[in-house]
């Protein structure tokens, strides 16, 4: 089953602007990460958030971490033509479900 | 230092088969999970080896089934193929296992199963 929601399920932009993806979850958490897909090959790793922090950054990239709403959002600032692809939010539990679960996935296009 | 490797990397098998799929990891890398990915049920946590124990198994019937080598390499195995099972197989690795480590998962190419 899906811990997370993630939405929108699918965003199109145009080139240069800020992308803003949002995912939901449902039970405590030890982290929250976020990973890109490119056309159903392997995931890339973006950026991983301790359930202890409220916000990091790396380059474009821009997460927050609400635990009490039970929610996070990725921001890609400046978006490039290679940002295309489908963007997922995992969760790795704690108190014995530390497994790593997904969420749905937003699809995202920028238009050059 | 080189990532993940799956093998192999497409594959078509028929109805009642059964399938090996392998998973190296990233040199010293003790930490291995498997994920299915379908259109319909998205990515789907598997199963995590560590240092050849399965340390959590996801909600997938017993036809699905792994181990884990002394050199940390990894396999899954799903018995008895069922046309469901077509899906994107996904293997990763990390330096520790799942549990408040917060240690970056690195993931393999996938290996695409077609079952007829």
């Known amino acids: 089953s899906q811990q997370g929601e993630e939405d929108p399920q699918a965003l199109s932009i145009q080139e240069g602007e800020n992308a803003t993806m949002n995912c939901s979850y449902k039970?405590?958490?030890?982290?929250l990460q976020w990973y890109r897909q490119n056309s159903g090959r392997g995931l890339v790793h973006l950026i991983l958030?301790?359930?202890?922090?409220r916000e990091k950054h790396s380059g474009r990239l821009r997460v927050t971490l609400d635990t009490s709403k039970k929610s996070s959002s990725l921001l890609i600032t400046a978006s490039r033509a290679a940002d295309t692809a489908s963007y997922f939010c995992?969760?790795?539990?704690?108190?014995?479900?530390?497994?790593?679960?997904f969420g749905t996935g937003t699809r995202l296009t920028i238009i050059p | 230092k080189a990532g993940v490797t799956q093998t192999p990397r497409y594959l078509i098998k028929t109805r009642g088969q059964q399938v090996t799929l392998s998973c190296s990891p990233i040199?010293?890398?003790?930490?291995v999970s498997w994920y299915q990915q379908t259109p319909g049920q998205g990515l789907q946590f598997l199963f995590e080896?560590?240092?050849?124990?399965?340390?959590n198994k996801g909600n997938f019937p017993g036809r699905f089934s792994g181990r884990q080598f002394s050199n940390s390499r990894s396999e899954m195995n799903v018995s008895t193929l069922e046309l469901g099972d077509s899906a994107l197989y996904l293997c990763?690795?990390?330096?520790?296992?799942?549990?408040?480590?917060?240690?970056?998962?690195?993931f393999g190419p996938g290996t695409r199963l077609t079952v007829l």
């Open positions: 990763a690795s990390s330096l520790s296992p799942s549990g408040g480590a917060n240690d970056e998962q690195f």
């Open positions: 039970t405590s958490i030890n982290n």
């Open positions: 958030i301790r359930s202890n922090e």
């Open positions: 995992a969760t790795e539990g704690n108190f014995g479900n530390e497994k790593l679960t």
């Open positions: 040199s010293g890398h003790r930490s």
């Open positions: 080896y560590f240092s050849e124990t399965q340390r």
